[in-house]
Each structure stands twice: as structure tokens, then as C-alpha cells.
């Protein structure tokens, strides 16, 4: 029985390895969602005997109205755990308020 359970999907369900960022520009207002995965997309931090001491990102993001480039950066422990973000030319928003934001574009069209 064992056999089938492992075959067909049985296993208990991982963490979600994807962090999502909703950010909105700040010269036209358009709101953007961003996925970010978290083993593939995030650079290795070293310290000085070359061990993992965290990592980082930094992100180009580009909405679709106005084409401005906004840079967000992320720190990370050695967990892949978020410690610190910050953003330029723009700002991070709540998912929230991001589907707030795409509902009203969507009734304005």
C-alpha cells in the first residue's frame, strides 16, 4: 500500500519555494507582481572562511504603463528567511491592495 502512496503523490506538501513581490511605480502608479524563486534566483552571500552567511537579490522591475525600471533588493539569511528590503522608484504594496489596484485598472478599461 505503501508502494502506490509513494507512486502516485503521497507525500506530505512542501513550502512554496516562490516569494512574491507586489510593488507599485512610483511616477504612474501601475501596480506589478513579481515571483521570485527562492533557490534559483537568489545569489550566494560568503563571509570570510567561505561559508553561506545569507543571500541577496536584486531585482529589475518594469511595469507595463509607463516603462520606468524600478530596482528592489532583498536580503536573506542562510534559511532563505527575508531580513531586509528595500526599493527604488517605487514601492512595495500588500497583495491586497495590488488586486485592489489590477480591479480598478480592469474597471476603467
Known amino acids: 500500500m505503501n508502494f502506490f502512496r509513494r507512486l502516485f503523490g503521497g507525500q506530505a506538501q512542501q513550502e512554496d519555494p516562490a516569494l512574491h513581490l507586489y510593488v507599485q511605480c512610483s511616477r504612474c502608479g501601475a501596480p506589478v507582481h513579481v515571483r521570485v524563486h527562492r533557490y534559483n534566483d537568489l545569489t550566494v552571500l560568503y563571509d570570510d572562511n567561505e561559508s553561506v552567511e545569507g543571500y541577496h537579490l536584486r531585482k529589475e522591475i518594469m511595469d507595463a504603463r509607463c516603462f520606468r525600471l524600478m530596482y528592489a ?21 500588500t497583495q491586497e491592495t495590488y488586486a485592489q489596484l489590477v480591479a480598478e485598472q480592469a474597471r476603467s478599461v
Open 73 to 93: 533588493e532583498l536580503t536573506f539569511d542562510r534559511k532563505r528567511n527575508e531580513r531586509s528590503r528595500s526599493i527604488e522608484g517605487g514601492e512595495f504594496i
